[in-house]
């Protein structure tokens, strides 16, 4: 790197060495290192800013393998560079530090041996200084850095604190944007990290943010706009925001219109019979089956996505809705005005005010709904009006803006008004389903199935112009949204589950889609959505789905068989291996067994699934053992017959995934208790083998729940629960163990057949080692008087025995009263009066 080189072979050298040195560095002869340090380091203030850029990312390199213990000359450099005032020294010095506090945070605020202060107790007060200079980059640069550790809140922060907050004043007008930015950003990280750094000077902050949320810069104006949501999370009393919200809320509608160069806006003329381009469509992601009882929180769609990358209107409305969740009602006197104003504009030059408007409407439909509620029908109306506009943009966001209210819409229509007004809006949606505009026809099925969610069964009489409208469609969509499309249909199914069963509707509904499933092709992606769409349909139609089963059937196992050959031999298997064609296809074959049960067991026993379903329960990616050990449950359920000659396998397969690294793949794990409990009931005592290995690892879950979902726990108490029905005289003996974690874990469960199987294991285990449970015996009455209602006449009455077993053994010693009285008097009548205590 002599300066007599030309300057872009220097660059070339620098990377090479710094990703020789990335790669290889424990290879690297000590006497080499020394060499490349000695001459690097000159270079920190090289003419060239390039060779400066390289300097310090080799820097940092070099760091992550040694501290400045290892190279104490860079930290003399650094210190040396930055107190030179000679523009290139300091300019190279910072960056390679905003580079090494990128890369190495800890590092820089870490003890080094032989130096009196930590780095960055030198590093920030030479830093502050730096937010004065002349020179924009060097300002930009120091602010960088400084921001770096706002997270990690360090000691030479927190004692600069006041000189940083000064600094960051002095530069909330800088001239230029990207230092006006790094300062908005380093306000909404304090915001999110030390609140209270910022209490004393909140209202010069907020009036700061306000100023910032209009700057001409789009840039600054977004990052100021992330201070609203920070705010309302930091939990800081909201009266110290309230006086602002008519300017602020203000400000919020004005940046929520399109702005010129919005993405949006260039597909306004967009042809609707031209194909999507492949980067027109978003990669998408199955999500792999969950089973068991669940808790409903594994999915968490973004039912937003209509206004697509994040942006300044997006992040304006986001701030709106939180908002809207502190303040409630409170801003509706000043928000509605605003509406009213930006929907009632006739200008044709001034419609993005009003779909800025409609926005807002749905951005503020759950925090102010009960202010809003009185209002639905006139609301309704005007977006139902405005789902007919002619700009296609105030199209879609109308019907984003229905599907916010979806909830309150279903729950009116309960009335003969509200029907009416449902059927307008479903009719609404319809057409626009059918709208030629692809943005449109996107927002209104993403709406449409955020509605058959809320609908449900109310659909089932309005289903033939449903699927008149939806397999139209499906005859015109380009691939984009035919995605969303086959989501809407299998959502549908979700909804009206055996209604679907109807000749006239499958008549509509199952021959455009076999006509696309025999088109595509083994390797096409495409399949994909279509295969979750055929999972929900099988579902749905239950045995009705028989006379397409076969062909789909074959399909799945033809896919896993291809793609399990993929992955070790590409060339032979003609196609690229995909971990997504197993997955699907494993969850399809799930819905069949689920919806055909035992009428699958023709098509399992013709195929070799056991097989191959016993290679993807040995799988390396976890979303592939998800599926398979979901499968494996409902399997075992429809034919238990054919898994039976390698079900030892099987269990010790899913027993291993309930092992030590179960935090790092709860759902897995989660799917794996739930299929074990599923052959326990199938099988009975042929579980007996595996039951003290299961057990073991079941206890451990229930007593360190941190990090596990509700959805494990509740299946690994239920599953404890029916290895102890079908095998008593193994689990009993250990209940003493278990049984206050177990019992506080069946308090959380609902009332179901999967709990009733739970509480069948705990009354045996009960018969047979009644000691076992006396030191839990109020946990245990707290269990029992979680149910609401016990359907099962028979289970109410050996409840009843356990607890008159009890009463009966502790009063020969006088010590019911003594058990019975520690219970919640609320608890202690509900069990009298039940079980007749």
């Known amino acids: 790197m002599l300066n007599g080189d030309a300057v872009n072979i220097r660059q070339a050298a620098g990377l090479l060495l710094k990703n020789n040195l990335k790669s290889n560095y424990q290879s690297i002869q000590p006497s080499h290192l020394q060499y490349i340090k000695a001459e690097v380091l000159p270079c920190l203030g090289s003419s060239d800013f390039g060779v400066r850029t390289t300097v310090g990312t080799i820097a940092s390199v070099v ?9 104490p000359e860079l930290y003399q450099a650094l210190v040396q560079c930055l107190d030179s005032n000679v523009y290139n020294h300091m300019e190279g010095a910072l960056g390679a530090l905003f580079k090494i506090a990128e890369d190495l ?22 830093l502050l200084q730096f937010f004065t200079s002349e020179h924009a980059a060097l300002r930009r640069l120091a602010l960088g850095t400084v921001n770096q550790f706002i997270v990690l809140f360090p000691a030479a922060l927190f004692s600069n604190m006041g000189q940083y907050l000064q600094g960051l004043f002095s530069l909330a007008n800088d001239s230029v944007g990207d230092v006006r930015k790094l300062v908005c950003a380093a306000l909404v990280q304090l915001l999110e990290v030390q609140p209270n750094a910022l209490q004393p000077h909140m209202r010069n902050v907020i009036e700061y943010m306000l100023q910032a949320n209009k700057d001409p810069d789009r840039d600054v104006a977004l990052e100021a706009c992330e201070f ?19 300017r602020l809320i203000d400000i919020l509608l004005d940046n929520m219109v399109y702005a010129d160069d919005d993405e949006a806006l260039q597909d306004e003329d967009e042809d609707e019979n031209a194909p999507d381009r492949d980067q027109d469509i978003k990669p998408r992601f199955h999500q792999s089956r969950i089973v068991g009882s669940t808790d409903g929180a594994e999915e968490d769609d973004d039912d937003d996505d209509i206004i697509n990358s994040w942006n300044l209107r997006k992040c304006s409305a986001a701030g709106l809705d939180i908002l809207s969740t502190v303040f409630g009602d409170d801003i509706l006197p000043i928000l509605m005005p605003l ?62 803006t229905l599907s916010r209210y979806s909830k309150w819409i279903v729950r009116v229509a309960q009335s003969p008004e509200g029907q009416l007004q449902f059927d307008g809006i479903l009719t609404g949606l319809l057409r626009r389903i059918l709208d030629p505009h692809k943005r449109v026809q996107e927002a209104a099925c993403s709406a449409f199935a955020t509605l058959e969610e809320e609908a449900a069964e109310d659909l089932a009489p309005r289903l033939e112009p449903i699927l008149q409208h939806l397999m139209y469609a499906f005859g015109t969509y380009q691939r984009r949204n035919l995605r969303i499309l086959y989501d809407a249909i299998g959502t549908l199914a979700d909804a009206v589950g055996s209604e679907l069963n109807n000749p006239k509707y499958l008549e509509i509904l199952m021959p455009p889609l076999i006509s696309k499933w025999q088109q595509l092709s083994d390797n096409d992606k495409d399949l994909f959505p279509l ?30 068989r291809t793609h399990q050959v993929a992955k070790a031999d590409p060339q032979s298997a003609g196609v690229n291996y995909d971990k997504e064609f197993i997955v699907c296809s494993l969850d399809l074959l799930s819905g069949l067994a689920e919806g055909l049960g035992s009428s699958i067991e023709n098509l399992v026993s013709r195929s070799d699934l056991r097989d191959l379903l016993l290679q993807c329960c040995t799988d390396e990616a976890p979303d592939v053992r998800q599926s398979a050990l979901a499968l494996l449950g409902d399997l075992v359920k429809a034919c238990a017959v054919h898994l039976q000659p390698r079900l030892a396998e099987f269990l010790s397969l899913a027993a291993n995934q309930l092992g030590q690294n179960v935090k790092e793949n709860v759902s897995v794990a989660n799917n794996a208790c739930w299929a074990i409990g599923e052959v326990a009931i199938k099988v009975r005592s042929e579980i007996s083998p595996i039951v003290l290995t299961v057990i073991s690892p079941l206890v451990r879950i229930l007593s360190n729940t941190e990090g596990l979902n509700k959805s494990l726990l509740e299946n690994s108490a239920i599953t404890l629960g029916r290895l102890g029905w079908v095998c008593p005289e193994i ?14 874990a069946l308090c959380t469960i609902r009332d179901d057949f999967e709990k009733e199987d739970a509480f069948r294991g705990l009354c045996a285990m009960v018969r047979l ?17 979680s149910w609401h209602e016990i359907r099962s006449k028979e289970l109410s009455s050996e ?7 009890y009463k009966q053994m502790l009063s020969q010693s006088n010590s019911w009263e003594q058990y019975f009285g520690t219970l919640d008097g609320t608890l202690r009548e509900k069990l009298v009066k039940t079980y007749g205590l």
Not at 539 to 549: H, K, R, S
């Open 63 to 71: 760091l992550q393998h040694g501290g400045f213990q290892c190279w």
């Open 105 to 126: 945070p800890e590092m820089l605020d870490s003890d080094v041996p032989g130096f009196a202060d930590r780095p960055l107790a030198i590093f920030i007060p030479r």
């Open 228 to 246: 609203w949501s920070a705010f309302c999370e930091a939990h800081l009393p909201p009266d110290l925001l309230r006086e602002f919200l008519p």
């Open 339 to 400: 509406v009213q104003v930006r929907l009632s504009t006739t200008e044709d030059s001034e419609w993005v005010q009003k779909e800025a408007a409609i926005l807002a409407l749905g951005a503020v439909a759950e925090g102010c709904i009960s202010g809003l509620l009185p209002h639905l029908a006139q609301i309704v109306v005007y977006l139902v009006s405005f789902m007919e506009d002619t700009r296609p943009l105030v199209r879609s966001i109308s019907c984003w």
């Open 531 to 560: 295969l979750e769409c055929f999972t929900s349909i099988a579902q749905a139609l239950g045995p009705g789905f028989i006379q397409y089963a076969e062909p789909v059937f074959m399909r799945c196992i033809n896919l896993i």
């Open 731 to 744: 689990v009993a003996p250990h209940m003493e163990h278990f049984m206050q974690t177990w019992c506080r």
């Open 769 to 785: 080692n009644p000691g076992g449970a006396v030191s839990s015996l109020a946990l245990m009455c707290e269990a029992i008087g």
């Open 799 to 805: 409840i009843a025995q356990v607890l008159h077993g």
